[in-house]
């Protein structure tokens, strides 16, 4: 196979894979009736468009053992893409055929390392190179490990990692004066499409100077920390089962959860959306007479906007998480699940802290510096006064254990268990996803969620509550259990393991365009890959520009598959999300033309002989546009050479030898792949290092 862009743009590929396949020994074949694998439409969700694409490869490589190609992606594409396409087409041969072909694509190294046992293709390179794996070969295909390239190929020096200089450094951009284009207001309503939004976050060097440092932290400890672990795999495949069991049967934990909760003495309400909790949490807060109350770090009270929405009632709510603090004082807003305030550098929060405390509470020290043991110190004294005066708390849970009726809170710095003990009343807005049936659940995800999100061995405060205990902490408990677009996403086949999610944000620190654009862009309180399917699927697609923008905003790359301790396969997610966004808009003025482009795009690459067609015409416009046979490359202006006898499929247009020869459809099983030298011994077979991504 070889791929429409090493055709069009990139001809010596093809030819140096043909050639050196055959060197070896192979019998390769090129079907004049290959176009595309279809990755164009299916990564930008014309589901529909992609399938004539899929179902001329599928009928163009029938009958083949081995489909072998250069590109990570195409392979990727092939093998966890065309199934989503056959379903959507709703015709079994389709699905047939794909199950059939789409196993036998491999990438060209796979091929040589996997099935060829190929270590030495007798290659020399007397340079100095740096390695890059693509994202697909190492993420979708599994390739890592015994297929970096070809190990025991020749070096005439030694390979050097890859050195990158300071001022090319991912998060780095030229030092100059910061540029905030997006005007920061109380919520997230309001907030751009993320294209602008992160335009203006990418402009910001400070923001990516500070995510650039944070990020590169948190992996670290990560990394550190789950290499330890031996089982750690069967751990995320613990989570996962868990929480999908669970799932299928949420309504009854639920009810289970709501009767260990109110034998316990505990009051269990239920919001089927913001509203209505809102109103819940401000009823219960006035009816004690509160004008303060203290929070626990929660990301469903900010989801549902409670802060706001008890401040129309005259009741201050006063973030105690550290983070959060400095989010509230200094009048921003969260850009990260588990660090709110990544955006912020010490010398930013210093200033903060030193022009707010004092308006709001007890002021910060007057020689306050920029040490973080100091900043912390001018918090600790500021929050005490609130922990010490607040007679209603508020907080949310992690977990909800069903058997017992108890919920968790996991933090680390001693806030939570203040909050949690000291006020007369609590109130937690709970997430119905949130519940876990037995305690023995929840030891999975005590070992899962330290190690993913702080990079530590355990949580230094786990706080577990249930009811009412007469005599210690609050004695009057009341638990919201918020729906809140939950049910809708549960109805949805495919986005419904985001119910997974246990708010680790491993995602985001791992996700190359979260850390160039920060949380901000996502304009929601879940930002990053998390919250590039959560808030679509908890809406609904078609609502809003800035919604609909939210599943575009990757590069698929799969960084955040590997790194979710419950294993969200967040990319198939994104793709299944941008073909309903493109359902949602089909017809709709703005969509007209980049709708047309995709059908006429499948419309040619659906049969062999229309993009032959369409060939010969661009090229005879190309050779009016150019001169001396030279044309130029897509990355650069260096000028491209087609090689000696034109691309690979002119050449077996006319018939001639060598990588393009004669077309011969084989019967399946008559022409098995063959190496015929096998030089430098052999690797044994290389799987998996880890359960590969769930197929599509």
């Not at 995320?236 to 934990?253: C, M, P, Q, V, Y």
């Not at 007890?362 to 043991?373: G, I, K, N, V, Y």
């Not at 408990?477 to 419904?496: Q, S």
């Not at 047309?596 to 040619?604: L, T």
Request: proline residues 6%.
């Amino acid at each position: 196979m070889v791929t429409c862009l090493n055709d069009a743009l990139f001809p010596n590929v093809g030819k140096a894979v043909v050639t050196l396949l055959r060197r070896l020994g192979v019998d390769v074949d090129f079907p004049e009736a290959q176009t595309c694998c279809g990755q164009p439409m299916v990564n930008t969700g014309y589901l529909d468009e992609a399938v004539p694409v899929v179902r001329n490869f599928v009928s163009a490589f029938e009958g083949y053992d081995h489909v072998v190609t250069p590109s990570g992606s195409c392979a990727g594409s092939a093998r966890h893409q065309h199934g989503i396409v056959a379903r959507r087409s709703g015709d079994p041969g389709l699905e047939r055929a794909v199950a059939e072909t789409s196993p036998r694509v491999l990438e060209l190294t796979e091929f040589l390392v996997d099935v060829l046992g190929v270590t030495d293709v007798g290659a020399v390179f007397p340079h100095r190179v740096a390695y890059h794996p693509t994202c697909h070969s190492l993420r979708m295909l599994g390739a890592g490990g015994g297929r970096l390239l070809v190990p025991d190929a020749h070096r005439r020096a030694d390979v050097a990692a890859g050195v990158r200089r300071t001022r090319d450094a991912p998060g780095r951009g030229a030092r100059g004066h910061r540029t905030r284009g997006v005007v920061m207001t109380g919520t997230f309503v309001g907030m751009p499409a993320f294209p602008t939004a992160a335009k203006a976050a990418l402009a910001d060097d400070q923001l990516r100077r500070n995510l650039a440092l944070a990020t590169g932290t948190i992996r670290s400890k990560r990394a550190a920390v789950v290499g330890e672990v031996d089982n750690w795999e069967e751990l995320r495949l613990a989570g996962a089962a868990i929480k999908d069991r669970t799932l299928r049967h949420l309504d009854e934990h639920l009810l289970r959860l709501e009767e260990s909760l109110g034998a316990r003495g505990a009051v269990v309400h239920w919001a089927r959306d913001a509203e209505e909790a809102c109103a819940i949490v401000a009823e219960v807060a006035t009816a004690h007479r509160a004008t303060d109350v203290v929070k626990v770090k929660s990301m469903a009270t900010q989801e549902i906007g409670l802060n706001e929405a008890l401040a129309e009632h005259g009741i201050n709510a006063w973030e105690t998480d550290l983070a959060e603090l400095i989010v509230q004082l200094g009048h921003d807003l969260p850009s990260h699940i588990l660090v709110p305030a990544i955006h912020r550098n010490r010398t930013e929060i210093r200033d903060i802290f030193a022009r707010e405390m004092g308006l709001v509470g007890r002021p910060a020290p007057a020689d306050l510096t920029d040490e973080p043991a100091r900043l912390a110190e001018a918090a600790r004294l500021h929050l005490r006064e609130k922990f010490l005066a607040a007679k209603v708390a508020v907080s949310g849970a992690n977990f909800a254990v069903a058997e017992s009726g108890t919920l968790v809170v996991v933090e680390s710095e001693g806030n939570g268990r203040m909050c949690l003990t000291l006020p007369e009343v609590l109130i937690s807005v709970v997430g119905i996803e949130k519940v876990v049936p037995t305690w023995s659940d929840l030891d999975v995800f005590l070992r899962l969620l330290p190690r993913s999100s702080t990079g530590e061995r355990m949580n230094p405060y786990t706080s577990t509550w249930s009811g009412v205990t007469t005599g210690d902490g609050p004695q009057e408990v009341h638990v919201v259990l918020l729906d809140n677009g939950r049910t809708r996403a549960l109805a949805d086949e495919v986005g419904r393991q985001a119910l997974r999610c246990i708010r680790c944000s491993a995602c985001l620190n791992v996700c190359p365009v979260y850390e160039r654009t920060g949380g901000h862009a996502y304009g929601s309180v879940y930002p990053g890959p998390i919250g590039a399917i959560l808030n679509p699927l908890l809406k609904g697609v078609g609502v809003d520009e800035q919604t609909d923008s939210l599943p575009y905003a990757s590069t698929l790359c799969g960084a955040c598959f590997d790194a979710c301790p419950v294993r969200i396969d967040i990319p198939s997610v994104l793709v299944d999300l941008r073909a309903q966004v493109v359902d949602a808009h089909r017809g709709s003025s703005g969509h007209r033309a980049e709708a047309a482009a995709m059908k006429g795009a499948a419309w040619a690459l659906g049969r062999g002989s229309r993009l032959r067609r369409l060939e010969r015409v661009a090229g005879a416009g190309a050779r009016l546009l150019t001169r001396r046979g030279r044309t130029r490359g897509p990355a650069d202006e260096r000028p491209r050479r087609h090689p000696p006898g034109g691309t690979p499929r002119r050449r077996h247009r006319r018939g001639a030898a060598g990588p393009a020869g004669p077309r011969r459809r084989p019967q399946r099983g008559r022409r098995p792949a063959r190496a015929l030298h096998r030089a430098g011994g052999g690797l044994p077979r290389h799987g998996h290092p880890l359960p590969p991504r769930p197929g599509c």
